[in-house]
């Protein structure tokens, strides 16, 4: 049997579907003026003074505060069923839809929230591996569910999913540090630039 790993931002895609998602949710004023203000957490996140999920939050809660949990997923799904095609990396779509085809195992494993990955990875009938947020009382709590996807979690989730020994073969498919961790696991490692 064969196991596929994808990434999915800047991987299966051209753009980081995170600024997509909340351009499209927010629109643009809001979103520009607002990253403006996160400008200073960017800076501490980018030279790694502050960890990547910790900063993932604070955007969150900059953008969706308290945000009523069906409008957010109402959002959520409609970007995801009808905006992420828009942004999908050809040549990498391509090799994602052979694994299908192929009949190989295919998992998303993904930093971005299953709110709006969940409705394409249904519609390509795969599984999913990714951060979600939390609702409390009908309302976003400003943090994470689950730990965020990213670096070794997406190793630790993948094991905790299916066991790798049931594989003869493993490709991983990533774009950034974020993906080593799965990459290190892959006998093929496409590394997209």
Known sequence: MTLALFDFDGTLTTKDSLGEFIKFAVGKPTYYFKLAIFSPIFFLYKTKLMDNSYAKELLFRLYFHKINEDEFKRLAQKYGETKINDITREHIYEKFQ???????RVLIVSASLRSWLEPWANKHKVELLCTELAFK?????????????????????????????????????????????????????????
């Not at 052979?98 to 190989?104: L, M, P, Q, T, Y």
């Not at 976003?140 to 073969?169: I, M, P, S, W």
């Open 98 to 104: 052979e694994h299908i085809k192929n009949g190989d």
């Open 137 to 193: 009382d009908g309302k976003f709590t400003g943090h994470f569910k689950t730990k965020n996807c990213h670096g070794q979690e997406k190793l630790r989730r993948v094991q905790a999913h299916l066991n790798l020994d049931d594989y003869d073969k493993i490709y991983t498919y990533g774009d950034s540090g974020g993906d080593d961790a799965i990459l290190a696991i892959a006998d093929v490692k496409v590394r997209v630039k």
